[in-house]
Nanobody
Framework: QVQVVESGGGLVQTGGSLRLSCAASGRTFSSSAVGWFRQAPGKEREFVVAVNWNGGKTYYSDSVKGRFTISRDNVNNTVYLQMNSLKPEDTAVYYC???????????????????WGQGTQVTVSS
């Protein structure tokens, strides 16, 4: 069992930065792949970025590549999402999720992720 809690969201102007954190409990987190997803009002949840168990593999959506960076600290059971050059279209609720079954990979498939947090709101003003 893994529990994840997101934090770090907020209101920022276009071009600004935020760092989201995903703090986890559970002994399998350090061997899990972790993904960040987001959902804007009226839209489906979409993949943002994922990282494998040791940070050696990452996979970014085209919409955030070059602007967002994912990293993880398995000692402290935390995954970070550094978001730079934010745009209004990045506005969404951001969710962290863990996939304990495919820790070697970093995938975009939502159904692979078993454990989800409650989300943190990110709002980018124009």
């Amino acid at each position: 069992q893994v529990q994840v809690v997101e934090s770090g969201g907020g209101l920022v102007q276009t071009g600004g930065s935020l760092r989201l954190s995903c703090a986890a409990s559970g002994r399998t987190f350090s061997s899990s792949a972790v993904g960040w997803f987001r959902q804007a009002p009226g839209k489906e949840r979409e993949f943002v970025v994922a990282v494998n168990w040791n940070g050696g593999k990452t996979y970014y959506s085209d919409s955030v590549k070059g602007r967002f960076t994912i990293s993880r600290d398995n000692v402290n059971n935390t995954v970070y999402l550094q978001m730079n050059s934010l745009k209004p279209e990045d506005t969404a609720v951001y969710y962290c999720a863990a996939d304990p079954n495919r820790g070697l990979t970093a995938t975009s498939r939502i159904s692979n992720y078993d454990y989800w947090g409650q989300g943190t709101q990110v709002t980018v003003s124009s």
